[in-house]
């Protein structure tokens, strides 16, 4: 048995290499889904951030990565898959996504939005949303329709300001939580993405 160990978002990061040339082509990010995928249809499939969900490498552009070998590394938290390239392994058209040298001066981004763990939610948002459980609180709230869902935002945003007029800080943290948790319940009933938000929040910070 071949134990994966997955972060906190439920990710581990898989390094691909060409079998033909043993140059790395890029390195991707899977999900226990992805890569039961990857075995069952031998090509590769990632799981995206952005998204949150899985997509089968090849699936839009036709250049596929047809699984020659997977293997894992010591600590089990790092997947090393040899793959068989269909046509270009980068979006840009080239073999690789490691084209580019490193030459000075140097500069460094940082992500203005750590949005990961709000897209991990809004995956279990969109699970529950196809869900039939009656035990799921998210369930009856997609079973409750679009306005009660809305009614429950503007409720969330109300006790959220009243903890901030209160300088309560605890609760104005529980209260936050509250609300953007049921803003992405309603953009999954919306069927928006949170990264079509995240993309107009940094359309407004130029």
Same mark, same amino acid.
């Not at 996504?97 to 969109?126: A, H, Q, Y």
């Given at each position: 048995?071949?134990?994966?160990?997955?972060?906190?978002?439920?990710?581990?990061?898989?390094?691909?290499?060409?079998?033909?040339?043993?140059?790395?082509?890029? &390195?991707? !990010?899977?999900?226990?889904? *992805? $890569?039961?995928?990857?075995?069952? %249809?031998?090509?590769?499939?990632? !799981?995206?951030?952005?998204?949150? *969900?899985?997509?089968?490498?090849?699936?839009?552009?036709?250049?596929?990565?047809?699984?020659? *070998?997977?293997?894992?590394?010591?600590?089990?938290?790092?997947?090393?898959?040899?793959?068989?390239? %269909? /046509?270009? /392994?980068?979006? %840009? /058209?080239?073999?690789?996504?490691?084209?580019?040298?490193?030459?000075?001066? &140097? *500069?460094?981004?940082?992500?203005? $939005?750590?949005?990961?763990?709000?897209?991990?939610?809004?995956?279990?948002?969109?699970?529950?949303?196809?869900?039939?459980?009656?035990?799921?609180?998210?369930?009856?709230?997609?079973?409750? /329709?679009?306005?009660? $869902?809305?009614?429950?935002?503007?409720?969330?945003?109300?006790?959220?300001?009243?903890?901030?007029?209160?300088?309560?800080?605890?609760?104005?943290?529980?209260?936050?939580?509250?609300?953007? !948790?049921?803003?992405?319940?309603?953009?999954?009933?919306?069927?928006?993405?949170?990264?079509?938000?995240?993309?107009?929040?940094?359309?407004?910070?130029?």
């Amino acid at each position: 048995m071949t134990t994966f160990k997955l972060d906190k978002q439920g990710l581990i990061p898989a390094i691909i290499k060409n079998i033909n040339d043993d140059k790395v082509i890029m &390195l991707g !990010y899977m999900n226990a889904e *992805s $890569i039961n995928k990857t075995i069952e %249809t031998k090509q590769v499939w990632f !799981y995206s951030r952005s998204r949150s *969900s899985i997509w089968h490498k090849g699936a839009t552009s036709g250049n596929y990565f047809n699984l020659k *070998s997977m293997s894992i590394d010591c600590d089990n938290d790092t997947i090393h898959i040899e793959a068989e390239p %269909t /046509g270009p /392994g980068c979006h %840009t /058209g080239q073999d690789t996504c490691f084209f580019k040298k490193v030459v000075n001066p &140097l *500069s460094f981004e940082t992500p203005k $939005i750590n949005s990961m763990i709000l897209d991990k939610l809004f995956g279990i948002i969109k699970e529950r949303k196809i869900s039939d459980s009656d035990e799921s609180y998210t369930v009856n709230l997609f079973n409750s /329709g679009l306005k009660r $869902i809305s009614q429950k935002v503007v409720e969330e945003a109300g006790e959220t300001a009243i903890a901030a007029v209160s300088k309560d800080k605890k609760e104005f943290i529980n209260e936050s939580a509250d609300l953007l !948790y049921h803003l992405l319940v309603l953009s999954a009933a919306l069927d928006i993405e949170p990264h079509k938000i995240w993309d107009e929040l940094e359309k407004r910070s130029q």
